[in-house]
T-cell receptor
Framework: AQSVTQPDIHITVSEGASLELRCNYSYGATPYLFWYVQSPGQGLQLLLKYFSGDTLVQGIKGFEAEFKRSQSSFNLRKPSVHWSDAAEYFCAVNTGGFKTIFGAGTRLFVKA | DTAVSQTPKYLVTQMGNDKSIKCEQNLGHDTMYWYKQDSKKFLKIMFSYNNKELIINETVPNRFSPKSPDKAHLNLHINSLELGDSAVYFC????????????FGNGTRLTVT
């Protein structure tokens, strides 16, 4: 069965610093990969997705993610973090069916 | 115009009661879902429906009964509520399966006392 691991429960970065959130998946083939963001009291919003092709994908709000097949990873990055980026971030996978599985989430704190 | 809307936003009730959560999407999507988010923010799929047909039932207790009267609606009825049912319940929809991103409602926070 597929699984998703986000090794970092929480991360703190300074405003203006770069960010990388880690995600590893377990699946025999390449799944469909997603990153979502959840602000307090809100539902999840899609940041970006990877299906095939270029392994570096661009998303909304200045985020990007890189798919590395050899490492079964799909890490999320942002060159310069803004205070408004403080939220919970979820990596998710789908293997083609009706079931999307989410990682445990990484809480991002941004300090001034 | 809210894409995926669920009501109520908050629900506080006592153990043993029966309650319902309603969800509607105006995106024209074929697939709808219920997810449960626990106090540690872990998201677990409960049900998925495609064109009103139940596709996934993730070993959820049969006290939980989803109903999809049409493609745009997916309601969740919970009987004999237990303390462990306290969580945030999210409704979501997608165009179809697999590579279709999920569109989430803002959640219903259920507290069972």
């Amino acid at each position: 069965a597929q699984s998703v691991t986000q090794p970092d429960i929480h991360i703190t970065v300074s405003e203006g610093a770069s960010l990388e959130l880690r995600c590893n998946y377990s699946y025999g083939a390449t799944p469909y990969l997603f990153w979502y963001v959840q602000s307090p009291g809100q539902g999840l919003q899609l940041l970006l997705k990877y299906f095939s092709g270029d392994t570096l994908v661009q998303g909304i709000k200045g985020f990007e993610a890189e798919f590395k097949r050899s490492q079964s990873s799909f890490n999320l990055r942002k060159p310069s973090v803004h205070w408004s980026d403080a939220a919970e971030y979820f990596c998710a996978v789908n293997t083609g069916g009706f079931k999307t599985i989410f990682g445990a989430g990484t809480r991002l704190f941004v300090k001034a | 115009d809210t894409a995926v809307s669920q009501t109520p936003k908050y629900l506080v009730t006592q153990m043993g009661n029966d309650k319902s959560i309603k969800c509607e999407q105006n995106l024209g999507h074929d697939t709808m879902y219920w997810y449960k988010q626990d106090s540690k923010k872990f998201l677990k799929i409960m049900f998925s429906y495609n064109n009103k047909e139940l596709i996934i039932n993730e070993t959820v207790p049969n006290r939980f009964s989803p109903k999809s009267p049409d493609k745009a609606h997916l309601n969740l009825h919970i009987n004999s509520l237990e303390l462990g049912d306290s969580a945030v319940y999210f409704c979501a929809s997608s165009i179809d399966r697999g590579n279709s991103p999920l569109h989430f409602g803002n959640g219903t926070r259920l507290t069972v006392t």
